[in-house]
């Protein structure tokens, strides 16, 4: 055998004995926006969600075009777009994705139209609601503009949208508004049980859940009626199931639902401030209490399929988040966050 021939054999078993190093280029990160309102001033900061570091102390001090007196309420992320949601000045602010620079205002304040939600029908196509409205706008994603308003019920809050169509939660009247994004308009109405608060998707799109307070949970003399969760077939526009957000030891005429959310695990998860309550979708078993949390808010990163839950102290201000599992809802591990944390946008 020629000895060029004999050095690259021994070239090659080198390359592959035990000796040899692997690279690793798994990068475990995990970021968020936290949008904060401290003495009626909001600050936006970028956070590293695995240790609570701040990486960006404040966005909006970049953004000459929304003052920190813009209360931001909401926020959503849609493509290459975040949605700040400015509720007292009725507006809706666009930032850039990537970036995080402005790009547009979306401005209700000629008709004084509080913006409540947005869902996303495809790449061109959002509906908005408004809190204060029987309306839902057409946005047009590619100018930021309206180009159309849609009558509903009363007090449309959240929207959601499966396939092509669009589910709004009218709280004032009790009912589900189905609009088709294909007509652009309602073409059905649902009753559900009273104040629908929270609307959403199960993950293969099939079917939509909507959480309702029912009624006498303002102090009023109204006898208290449960809060139920209500799974509605996308397919039919049919009510399949009415699920009482409650257990044994906890009555649902008893549970003011706070904050609501579904997880890729098809779970509904609700916080009534004092107890975090599970409810499996598909299988639609009656609802578990995963335990006492003082929860403010619950969120999805779709990112790294977590839950997140905001929680308060008994002071309601909020001191640390927790990372829960999507499914049991059980702690992963907390982070410390600094008071008047409001609102939690995952973004990679």
């Not at 869902?119 to 609601?129: L, W």
């Not at 029987?134 to 509903?152: E, G, S």
């Not at 139920?228 to 549970?255: L, N, W």
């Amino acid at each position: 055998m020629k000895p060029k021939y004999i050095l690259l054999i021994f070239l090659l078993l080198t390359a592959c004995s035990g000796e040899e190093k692997l690279i690793d280029n798994f990068n475990d990160t995990s970021k968020a926006l936290f949008i904060y309102n401290i003495d009626n001033k909001a600050s936006i900061a970028k956070v590293d969600l695995l240790n609570g570091s701040v990486l960006d102390e404040n966005i909006l001090a970049k953004i000459s075009q929304i003052s920190d007196k813009d209360t931001i309420s909401l926020a959503r992320h849609f493509r290459d777009n975040i949605f700040l949601f400015a509720k007292a000045s009725y507006k809706i602010y666009v930032l850039d994705f990537n970036t995080l620079e402005y790009k547009y205002t979306i401005d209700f304040s000629q008709s004084q139209s509080i913006p409540a939600d947005i869902a996303f029908a495809n790449a061109t196509d959002a509906f908005i609601t408004f809190e204060n409205s029987d309306k839902v706008a057409l946005l047009d994603l590619t100018n930021f503009a309206v180009a159309k308003q849609i009558k509903v019920g009363n007090s449309p809050r959240s929207i959601a949208a499966a396939g092509n169509q669009i589910y709004v939660a009218n709280y004032s009247d009790h009912s589900v508004s189905v609009i088709d994004s294909r007509t652009n308009k309602q073409e059905a109405v649902i009753s559900v049980a009273p104040f629908p608060v929270y609307v959403g998707v199960r993950s293969d799109g099939k079917e939509v859940v909507v959480v309702s307070r029912g009624l006498g949970k303002d102090f009023t003399d109204v006898v208290p009626t449960a809060a139920i969760a209500t799974i509605i077939d996308v397919a039919t526009r049919q009510k399949v199931a009415e699920i009482p957000i409650g257990t044994s030891t906890i009555k649902a005429e008893t549970v003011l639902p706070i904050s609501s959310v579904i997880t890729n695990s098809n779970y509904l998860f609700v916080t009534n401030g004092s107890n975090l309550l599970r409810i499996n979708i598909k299988n639609r078993t009656a609802a578990f209490n995963v335990g006492k949390f003082s929860y403010q808010g619950l969120f999805f990163n779709n990112f790294r399929n977590e839950l997140i839950a905001l929680a308060i102290d008994e002071q309601g201000n909020t001191k640390k988040i927790n990372i829960c599992d999507r499914s049991m809802g059980t702690i992963n591990y907390s982070v410390n966050v600094k008071a008047g944390l409001r609102w939690i946008l995952p973004i990679y």
